[in-house]
């Protein structure tokens, strides 16, 4: 079974910081690009940053430029996100999203920004 699992979501205030974790199983992780994508109440999904199966290049929406990072472990079959300086628009349910052959998606984790 596929399974991506995601947490680290919460309530954070804004200017605050939270890191997201996805863990992946039951495939093969490091032949796949990860992805983290979100969806604010109410609107469609957002694209966030996306990182090579390798580590070697990443990507990011202009929105998060500059205070989000991604990064991966391939011996720990895990994908992070380190959300910076977060702002009230950064609040949705985020997602993990692997990308190769298939397309897998993980359940989601919240984050709120908010004072």
């Known amino acids: 079974e596929v399974l991506l699992v995601e947490s680290g979501g919460g309530l954070v205030q804004p200017g605050g910081s939270l890191r997201l974790t996805c863990v992946g199983s039951?495939?093969?992780?490091?032949?796949?690009?990860m992805s983290w994508v979100r969806q604010a109440s109410g609107k469609g999904l957002e694209w966030v940053s996306a990182i090579a199966w390798n580590g070697g290049s990443t990507n990011y929406a202009d929105s998060v430029k500059g205070r989000f990072t991604i990064s991966r472990d391939n011996a720990k079959n895990t994908v992070y996100l380190q959300m910076n300086s977060l702002k009230p628009e950064d609040t949705a349910v985020y997602y993990c999203n692997a990308v190769y052959i298939r397309n897998y998606w993980g359940q989601g984790t919240q984050v709120i920004v908010s004072s």
């Open positions: 039951g495939f093969n992780f490091d032949d796949y690009a």
